[in-house]
C-alpha cells in the first residue's frame, strides 16, 4: 500500500512538472510566432523595394487572442488549454493589414514592420502610424506607436527606455517606396496619457518629426524612477 501510494504521488508530481513546463512554454511559444510574422512582414517591404518599390503593401496576419500581448486591454494568460484552443484559428482567422515600410533603431537592435493603423492585432506584429499623423517623411508629426513587451522574445520596444541616454543616435524609417528617411534622436520624456495630445497632433510640430512612443509605466532601467501606469514614453526625432 505504501510503494503504491509513493507510486501515485510520483505520478501526480511528474504530471504536475509537465503541465508547469507547458505552461511555462506558453509565452516563449507565443512571441515566436508573432516574431516569425513580423520578420516575414520585413522581409516582404525589403523584397518590394528591391523589385522597384510601391506605396504600400498587404500581408496578412492571423486574428487570435492566443496571440495576444503582455498589457494588452489587461490581457492575462488563461492557460495551455486556452492557448491551445485559439492556436487551432491559425490557419482560419486572418487580417490584412497595410504595410507602409520598416522602423530600424540600429543603436537597441529594433527592426519592426511599419503598419498603417494601431488597431489591437497589428501591433501585435511591429509597430503602427497613429491614425490622423502625418504620412512617414511629411511636414508635421508622424507618430508610431508600439508595445514594449519587456521579456518577451519578440521585444518590439523592449529597449526603447535606453534611449534616453542615446540623443543623437540614428533612427531610420524604410517606406515600401523605396525611400529611406533617416532621423537622429533629440529629445525623450515621460508623459501621462492626458498629456500626450501634443504628440498625437499632426499640426504640434510645423517641420517633419518623427515620435516613436511605447508605454513607460514601471521602473526606469536608466534611472530606477517608478512610473504609475497610463504612463508613456516618447522619442522625438528629427531630419
Known sequence: MKNAVTVIGALVLAFALVCGLCLALVEPVKGKVRKDYS????????????????????????????LAVEGENGETDAGLDKLMKDMSSLSLEHE???????????????????WDTCSV?????????????????????????????????????????YLADMIGESVLVTTTDGIQHRYRIVDTLYVTDSELMPYLDPESFDEETLCVTACGWGEDPLTGKYYPRNTEFVVVCKP
Do not use: W
Not at 516575414?40 to 487570435?64: C, H, I, N, Q
Not at 506584429?125 to 519578440?154: A, K, S
Open 39 to 66: 520578420k516575414a512582414a520585413v522581409k516582404l517591404v525589403e523584397d518590394t523595394v528591391k523589385s522597384g518599390g510601391k506605396e504600400s503593401v498587404a500581408f496578412m496576419v492571423p486574428v487570435t487572442d492566443a
Open 121 to 161: 492585432n497589428a501591433l501585435r506584429y511591429g509597430v503602427g502610424r497613429y491614425p490622423g499623423t502625418v504620412d512617414i517623411g511629411g511636414d508635421g508629426l508622424c507618430n508610431l506607436f508600439g508595445h514594449r513587451q519587456i521579456g518577451d522574445l519578440d521585444t518590439k520596444l523592449g529597449s526603447i527606455q
Open 96 to 114: 490584412s493589414l497595410t504595410l507602409l515600410g520598416i522602423l530600424d533603431i540600429p543603436c537597441i537592435n529594433v527592426e519592426e514592420p511599419v
